[in-house]
Nanobody, 116 residues
């Protein structure tokens, strides 16, 4: 079955960096686009970044441009989110998402907290 497992979250000071990982299994990872979303307390879930499977094109939310980078390692069936220059407003649960045969799959999420 399809599984997405995130890791790499934690507590970091403003200006710090984190790299999130999402390990995928149960489907042909290399042929699917992947996305990272986040949800802050009391707010709706929002798209952070997207990475296409074919040409590897990427899209970012405005707040992520220049600070976050989405990438993938098809040999490891893993998608990453490198986050630099973190701000307190980046505090949220970050989740990866895949859409396979019109069905949406989510990981359990990983908490990112940015605080001094």
């Amino acid at each position: 079955q399809v599984q997405l497992v995130e890791s790499g979250g934690g507590l970091v000071q403003p200006g710090g960096s984190l790299r999130l990982s999402c390990a995928a299994s149960g489907f042909t990872f290399s042929t699917y686009g992947m996305r990272w979303y986040r949800q802050a307390p009391g707010k709706e879930r929002e798209l952070v970044a997207a990475l296409a499977s074919g040409d590897g094109s990427t899209n970012y939310a405005d707040y992520a441009k220049g600070r976050f980078t989405i990438s993938r390692d098809n040999a490891k069936n893993t998608v990453y989110l490198q986050m630099n220059s973190l701000k307190p407003e980046d505090t949220a649960v970050y989740s990866c998402r895949a859409v396979i045969s019109s069905r949406i799959y989510w990981g359990q999420g990983t908490q990112v907290s940015v605080s001094s």
